[in-house]
């Protein structure tokens, strides 16, 4: 029963790692053309250009940082007994 509850969050946590893929890796694409759009149209001479750079930059490497970690996600760990087998079958 236990393995199935295991098996039932692991599954559960794989769908969201993968729609997290998805959202990071939309929102990034969308954030690389926006921002190139917004910056070619700003005047040189824009007060604000430095720090819409500066912003543009950290929230797409936020959001790399996610896609990453949302691959890690998937990442094959080793199965933790909470009691050794000998424990379990002793008599």
Known sequence: MQYNNELDLRK???????????????????????????????????????????????VILVNIGSVILSILAFRLQRYKYAMTPERVFSN
């Open 12 to 58: 559960s946590l794989d769908n969201k790692a993968s729609s997290m893929i998805a959202t990071s890796g939309t929102v990034t694409s969308l954030l690389f053309g926006f921002g190139t759009f917004i910056l070619s149209r700003l005047k040189p001479d824009y007060t604000l250009l430095d720090y819409a750079i500066i912003s543009l930059i950290v």
